[in-house]
């Protein structure tokens, strides 16, 4: 066990044990439908993630185990109600109206749960994508399958970040008082659309209202026949808590945090899930009323947002930063945030928000618990680069400032923005691979004749791309929409518009994860040299040794895999990534969507990059068809030779708030730290002076590679049980993801030594 500085009592303990036993009896895994899913974000099966239960989910050896970070708790059984879903029983069509029906069913039918000892409640067992059918239309599954061709794809659903202080300042009673007016408002303009949503919203939060009432209802039924005093007096504060949320806005510190964990639960039966913005601005007045008042401890405090936690194991919440005038938001709900955390151990999705004024106390404390955790949390993001990025996309200042971390190495203005994210792919060897076609048909003697092909080609996939997204964008709002997440967004009820709608939020841009960054760089840079300037071998050799994955042909592969690899700081070849970086940002970039926003490129995929290399072949770069690619842009796996600092120099060859993201991994062993005194420090001294160079995000393992390596094929062993790992932008028990996942992590570089 981790050595953490704060001890949990036994009620914390009981917990504690509850949500890990949850995480390592499966019953929090994420399943994605079949590899190419995975890799194109698009399968034609369903468009999200695949349901562990229900008329849509697939047989347990045809779904992808991604790890136990989901929020539902999975007890194995479909949901009950299933086949009386107003859809079913009265008809479905593509419509919110219809959509929200089926949502108010589905909620009023699961059940209120309290457990013994906890004082945050609420979780919940299925998502309404098992039970409503989610699925586009022919025409938009059609285009997906074709885009696939051209390697790229995609759906909608987001990491958005929405402003729970709109629900916290005004409770659901508040909320449901606002779709009124906006409802009576669009009734005088004669609106019919509009009152329509509208009048699917009053239902929704009608439902959500009951559903805490008979919360409430649980506890104080629980608390009957309960002997145990200090158990009772939890059951009668959890229904007061409960009836005070049901008819107003949160009162105090705890029920700040139980209104802010039952919107996650009535949100994320949704489906996907979202970040939740900056956990530290949105109860520090809470926080400091009940510390005044003397009715809230610190170490009270930390209870209750380890509570939290416990509860939801896939959060996305931030803490620092800045605030609007510019100063650090550094506060000490900040402090309680990471406190919890290091009480706890394990895994989340913290992250913590650097800039250059930060209170450096804080700042060397997350640091320390990243080294003695070991497992990536918090994550280090730099909240600058991330503003900054908002900015160059085009927000306003009161949208920007307000950025937070929301998921893997995503961001978005908290309120203002759905940021379609996350579930974009395109796949850059693609591109490539046709340009390579047309080379050795045309015959061409220059790189610069193959790299005007390849981006000409590059411009072929993003117009598809545009195409297939702006084609997905005119059915979201009818397919899925995010009626809870819109609750709680910027302008949209006034609206009367869903935050997926054109003309919903005040910011949609659609954010592109970009796969092979890494070996693109490497294969092109490769045939720069040998083809065209060393003229060793021809472009034709080269695509027949690819296409037969390097058979008969190892002296040519060596030759290729001998040239100079992205992330040593070697001029030649990261030349080449700025070239390749910017054409796809700048593509990108020229494309809009119906909602009248330009496509922004994103560095980096969350696991794409493991099961991609049978689907795209071998490639020039050396690597044989079944490889894993780089992960997102992290050197390809054993390339990085000249050590951590030379991979973050050609990282930093870009300036990534230019870019939606991109991430650097870092694997680093025990060892690494023998002889130093403070372990923090290292990682504090080189995060800061990456972030100060314009990097973005640093994930950090420490890890024991032996025992992992061991762990690969032994997930049964009980020694490796407690092993959590960042696995790319998210936290899992090590033995919980499949096993391609775990042999791709033991195979990256993981450095003993600077």
């Known amino acids: 066990m981790v050595q953490s500085k704060f001890k949990m009592d036994d009620r914390m303990k009981s917990l504690w044990k509850r949500s890990t036993d949850l995480s390592k009896e499966g019953k929090r895994n994420v399943y994605v439908d079949n590899p190419e899913f995975l890799v194109y974000h698009w399968s034609g099966h369903s468009a999200g993630f695949s349901p562990a239960t229900g008329e849509m989910a697939l047989a347990e050896d045809q779904r992808i185990n991604l790890g136990d970070h989901n929020c539902r708790v999975d007890n194995g059984q479909a949901f009950p109600y299933a086949d009386d879903m107003p859809s ?198 809470f926080y400091k009323k009940d510390v005044e008042d003397g009715i809230l401890t610190r170490d009270e405090a930390r209870n209750i947002m380890a509570e939290l936690y416990l509860k939801y194991g896939g959060n996305y919440f931030s803490f620092g930063g800045r605030l609007k005038d510019g100063s650090d938001a550094t506060n000490e709900v900040s402090w309680i945030g990471i406190e919890a955390y290091d009480m706890l151990g394990g895994y989340n999705h913290l992250g913590l928000m650097w800039h250059e004024d930060m209170d450096p106390a804080y700042y060397s404390y997350g640091c320390d618990v990243v080294t003695r955790h070991g497992c990536g949390v918090p994550t280090l993001v730099n909240y600058d680069v991330m503003r900054d990025s908002e900015l160059y996309s085009g927000y306003s200042e009161d949208d920007a400032w307000n950025v937070s971390y929301s998921g893997c190495q995503w961001y978005c203005s908290v309120g203002s923005e759905y940021s379609d994210h996350d579930l974009n792919s395109f796949v850059l060897t693609a591109p490539m691979q046709r340009a390579m076609k047309e080379a050795e048909e045309k015959d061409f003697q220059t790189f610069e004749e193959f790299w005007d092909a390849y981006t000409r080609e590059v411009k072929v996939t993003a117009d598809a791309l545009a195409e297939f997204k702006n084609r997905v964008y005119k059915w979201q709002s ?132 493991t099961y991609a290399g049978p689907i795209i072949g071998a490639t020039p770069d050396g690597r044989f068809a079944e490889e894993p690619i780089a992960h997102g842009c992290n050197p390809m796996h054993g390339r990085n030779t000249e050590g951590i600092t030379a991979t973050a120099k050609s990282l930093l060859k870009v300036p990534f708030k230019e870019y939606q993201g991109g991430s650097l991994q870092i694997e680093l062993q025990p060892k690494f730290f023998d002889g130093k005194e403070n372990k923090g420090s290292y990682i504090e001294n080189f995060s800061k002076a990456f972030m100060k160079a314009g990097g973005i995000q640093i994930n950090f393992n420490v890890i024991d590679l032996e025992k992992l390596k061991k762990a690969v094929d032994d997930p049964k062993n009980p020694d490796y049980a407690d092993i959590v790992v960042k696995v790319t932008g998210y936290s899992a028990h090590f033995v919980v993801m499949d096993h391609e996942f775990r042999k791709e992590f033991v195979s990256r570089v993981n450095y003993d030594v600077v």
């Open 478 to 609: 009818r397919v899925w929409p995010e009626m809870v997440t819109t609750l709680c967004m910027k302008d949209t009820i006034e609206k009367g518009l869903d935050v997926t709608a054109v003309g919903g939020p005040h910011n949609a841009y659609t954010s592109v994860n970009v796969l092979g960054v890494p070996n693109v760089v490497d294969s092109i840079y490769a045939m720069k040299k040998v083809i065209f300037e060393e003229k060793k071998y021809t472009m034709k050799e080269i695509n027949e040794a690819i296409a037969n994955n390097w058979k008969d042909q190892e002296v040519m592969r060596q030759t290729m895999l001998s040239q100079e690899k992205f992330g040593n700081d070697k001029s030649g070849v990261d030349d080449i990534f700025i070239r390749v970086a910017e054409n796809i940002r700048d593509t990108l970039k020229e494309e809009r969507n119906i909602k009248g926003f330009n496509f922004r490129a994103s560095l980096f995929q969350y696991m794409g990059h």
């Open 88 to 285: 079913k029983k009265e008809g479905f069509d593509y419509t919110a109206e219809n959509w929200a029906k089926d949502y108010v069913f589905f909620l009023d039918h699961s059940p209120a749960e309290v457990y013994p000892n906890e004082t945050i409640v609420g979780e919940f067992h299925w998502q309404l994508d098992e039970a409503r059918k989610f699925v586009y239309p022919d025409e938009v599954v059609e285009l997906g399958f074709d885009l696939r061709q051209k390697g790229a794809g995609g759906t909608s659903l987001a990491h958005t970040c929405p402003d729970l202080s709109i629900g916290l300042k005004k409770g659901w009673t508040g909320l449901l008082k606002d779709v009124q007016e906006s409802k009576a408002k669009w009734e005088k303009y004669g609106n019919r659309d509009r009152v329509s949503y509208l009048s699917a919203q009053e239902d929704i939060i009608n439902a959500i209202i009951r559903y805490i009432n008979r919360h409430s209802d649980r506890a104080l039924e629980l608390a009957k026949d309960e002997k145990d005093e200090d158990q009772y007096n939890r059951y009668i504060k959890i229904s007061e808590n409960m009836k005070q949320l049901a008819a107003g806005a949160p009162q105090t510190f705890e029920q700040a945090v139980q209104w802010i964990q039952l919107f996650q639960v009535v949100e994320r039966i949704n489906g996907h899930g979202n970040g939740y913005g900056r956990l530290d601005l949105l109860l520090i007045d």
